[in-house]
C-alpha cells in the first residue's frame, strides 16, 4: 500500500501546485490530525460544509472554548451567531448598498490605464504593476477612503497573510499582530470623516444605530473589510492572470457573455485564494467516523473540496460553464464572504480590461510564489502583453 500523502503546505511542491495532494487526500485521508498544525484537517465538500454551517458544534469564536481574544483582534469574524449577527447584518446592508455599476467602471478603466502604461515588447511584472495597485485602489473606492501607501499597505497585508499560517508557523504571530494593529489605526483614521458620502464607510457610520456608533467592533470589522478586500484580489487577479496566460483561448472565452455569470466562479472554484479556514469544536463530535473532541482545531480546505469528485464533474478541468457551481471559495455558513460579488466585479473588471485593450499575456518567465499556505498567491508574475 502506498503510504498516505504527507500534507506540508509550505513545501516548495506544494506551493507551486498542491491539488494532486489534495486529490490523494479526498480519496485517502478525508479527515486527518496535523501534528505540526494540532488541528484535524478535513477536505472532502460535504465535511467542510458542514463544519462551516453547524455553528452550534464548530466555533469561529475562540471565547466560546475560554481563550481571551485582544481588543485588537474582535471584529465580525471572530464572533458567532447570535451574537454575530446584528454586526453583520449591519456589514452586509453598508455592502448591498454601494453602487457596483460605478464601481465596476472604475475598476476597468484603472486596469486598462495600467494595462497602456506598459510599454510595448517589455515584459513587466503583473503583480507589482497591475494587481497590487488595482487592488489597493478598487478597495478604497469600495470603503470611500483614501488610498493607503502602497509599499506600506503591502506590508500590513503580508503580515496579516503570514498570521493566517500561525497553526504552521507560530513565529508569525508577533509580526501579524502588529500588522493588525497598523491596519486597525488606519481604520480608525477613516470614521471622524470619512471622504465623500457614498463609500461603504459613510454608509455603515449613517446606518450604525446606539449599539454601534463609536464601537470598536465596527472600526475593526471595516480595516479587516478592507484588508479581507486588497489581500483576495491582489492574489485572485494574480492567479487569474496566471491561468490566461498559460491556458490557450481562456481569454476569448471567458469574455463571451454567455459566461459572465459563470466563468469567474468556475475560476474561483479552480485556483481561489483562499484555500483554508479553521474552526473549533466545542462539542465532542465524529466526522468520517473520526472522533474529534471539544477544544480540537479543525482546519477546513476549502481548495481540497472545491476538487471533490463527489461534487464536481471532472474536477481537474476548467469548464466556464459549470452550472450549480456550489465551490466554496467564498466559505459557507455564517462567515461565508459578504465581498464575493465584488470580488468577482473586480477579477471580471481584469478580462473586460484586457479583451477592451484587444492584448493578451504571456508568461515571460516562471512566477515565484509567496510562502503562505492560507492565502495561494503569486509573488511576482512576469508577463508580455501581445497585441
Ligand atoms: C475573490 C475574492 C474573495 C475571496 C476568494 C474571498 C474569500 C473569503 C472566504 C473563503 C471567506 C470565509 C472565511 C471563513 O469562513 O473563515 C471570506 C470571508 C470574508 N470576506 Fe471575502 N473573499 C473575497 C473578496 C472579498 C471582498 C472584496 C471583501 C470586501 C468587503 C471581502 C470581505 C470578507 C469579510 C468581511 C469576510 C468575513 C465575514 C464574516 O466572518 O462574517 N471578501 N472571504
Redesign the pocket.
Known amino acids: 500500500m502506498t503510504p498516505t500523502p504527507t500534507y506540508d503546505p509550505l513545501s516548495p511542491a506544494m506551493l507551486r501546485d498542491p491539488y494532486p495532494t489534495y486529490t490523494r487526500m479526498l480519496e485517502e485521508q478525508p479527515v486527518h490530525w496535523h501534528a505540526g498544525m494540532r488541528a484535524w484537517v478535513v477536505v472532502r465538500h460535504a465535511d467542510c460544509v458542514r463544519v462551516?454551517r453547524e455553528h452550534a458544534t464548530f466555533a469561529?469564536d475562540p471565547s466560546r472554548v475560554g481563550e481571551k481574544i485582544p481588543d485588537f483582534r474582535q471584529?465580525?469574524?471572530?464572533?458567532d451567531p447570535p451574537e454575530?449577527n446584528p454586526l453583520?447584518q449591519l456589514?452586509v446592508s453598508a455592502?448591498r448598498s454601494q453602487d457596483k455599476d460605478r464601481l465596476f467602471r472604475e475598476a476597468v478603466d484603472f486596469v486598462r490605464g495600467r494595462l497602456a502604461a506598459q510599454r510595448p515588447g517589455e515584459p513587466f511584472d503583473l503583480m507589482a504593476d497591475v494587481s497590487a495597485p488595482f487592488a489597493l485602489h478598487i478597495?478604497a473606492a469600495?470603503?470611500g477612503v483614501p488610498e493607503p501607501d502602497d509599499a506600506d499597505y503591502a506590508e500590513i497585508s503580508h503580515g496579516i497573510a503570514l498570521r493566517m499560517d500561525s497553526g504552521l508557523a507560530p513565529e508569525n504571530i508577533p509580526q501579524g499582530d502588529a500588522a493588525r494593529k497598523r491596519l486597525n489605526d488606519l481604520g480608525e483614521s477613516w470614521f471622524p470623516r470619512p471622504e465623500g458620502d457614498n463609500g461603504?464607510i459613510a454608509n455603515l457610520i449613517r446606518r450604525a444605530d446606539k449599539e454601534f456608533s463609536g464601537s470598536h467592533y465596527i472600526r475593526n470589522?471595516a480595516a479587516?473589510?478592507?484588508n479581507?478586500?486588497y489581500g483576495?484580489?491582489f492574489?485572485?487577479v494574480g492567479n487569474a492572470a496566471y491561468l490566461l496566460a498559460t491556458v490557450p483561448d481562456l481569454l476569448p472565452e471567458l469574455s463571451r457573455p454567455s459566461r459572465s455569470a459563470t466563468g469567474v466562479d468556475e475560476l474561483?472554484r479552480y485556483d481561489?485564494?483562499?484555500q483554508g479556514?479553521?474552526?473549533i469544536a466545542v462539542a465532542d463530535t465524529l466526522i468520517e467516523g473520526t472522533r474529534i473532541a471539544a477544544g480540537d482545531n479543525v482546519v477546513?480546505l476549502?481548495a481540497a473540496a472545491n476538487r471533490d469528485p463527489r461534487v464536481f464533474a471532472d474536477p481537474q478541468d476548467i469548464n466556464l460553464d459549470r452550472r450549480p457551481n456550489p465551490h466554496?471559495?467564498?466559505?459557507?455558513?455564517?462567515?461565508?464572504?459578504?465581498?464575493?460579488e465584488?470580488?468577482?466585479l473586480?477579477?471580471t473588471a481584469v478580462i473586460n480590461a484586457l479583451s477592451d485593450e484587444g492584448v493578451r499575456l504571456r508568461l515571460a518567465a516562471e512566477p515565484t510564489r509567496r510562502t503562505t499556505a492560507t492565502v495561494r498567491s503569486l509573488d511576482t508574475l512576469p508577463v508580455y502583453l501581445d497585441r
Open positions: 462551516l469561529r471584529n465580525v469574524q471572530m464572533m454575530q453583520r456589514l455592502m478597495s469600495l470603503l461603504l470589522s479587516m473589510m478592507f479581507a478586500s483576495t484580489i492574489a485572485m474561483i481561489g485564494p483562499a479556514t479553521s474552526r477546513t476549502l466554496l471559495g467564498f466559505g459557507s455558513g455564517p462567515h461565508a464572504c459578504f465581498g464575493s465584488f470580488g468577482k473586480s477579477v
